[in-house]
């Protein structure tokens, strides 16, 4: 089967994510935060999917760094449940919940690939947002 991408799999169980080698996808795994990132650092991929329960790092932060690098890289979030600490989800692009099955990844993944920008390989500086006018400054009350 030619291949249909590939993903950088962060994930303490890559046994559970077979069935996205099975369907032609090229993985390439780490199972923990520190080493996903520094595999996502040197070497191009198509998506990311990331568990959020990774032990020091979360899923959260490892997906915030991950778009101050490259934010057009798309990222899939595997969940236990659907309770996340607030702000968790904020630099994820589709979120799926584990019990939802093999066959959802699959068609989540299809998702994120088809509407990735073409360039989401290229490395992007993070930007400073541009300030709409002068900077105010703060006046002490007394």
């Known amino acids: ?6 993903l950088l799999c962060i994930h303490r169980d890559l046994a559970q994510l077979s ?3 099975q369907h032609g ?3 390439m795994s780490a199972t923990n935060g520190n080493e996903g990132l520094r595999m996502f650092m040197t070497r191009p991929v198509d998506a990311i999917v990331l568990e959020y ?3 020091l790092l979360n899923g ?5 760094q991950i778009k101050k690098v490259r934010p057009a890289v798309p990222i899939l979030m595997l969940i236990d449940h659907m309770e ?9 692009d589709m979120v799926v919940a584990k019990a939802d099955g093999d066959d959802f990844l699959l068609s989540a993944v299809r ?4 509407a990735r920008p073409e360039d989401s390989n290229a490395t992007v500086a993070p930007s400073v947002p541009a300030r709409s006018g002068p900077a105010k400054k703060r006046q002490r009350r007394s």
């Open 1 to 6: 089967m030619a291949s249909s991408g590939t």
């Open 19 to 21: 069935p996205l080698q």
């Open 25 to 27: 996808y090229n993985l």
């Open 53 to 55: 329960h990774l032990g």
């Open 60 to 64: 959260g932060f490892v997906a915030a």
């Open 84 to 92: 996340v600490p607030d702000g968790a989800l904020q630099s994820v």
């Open 111 to 114: 998702h994120v690939l088809r």
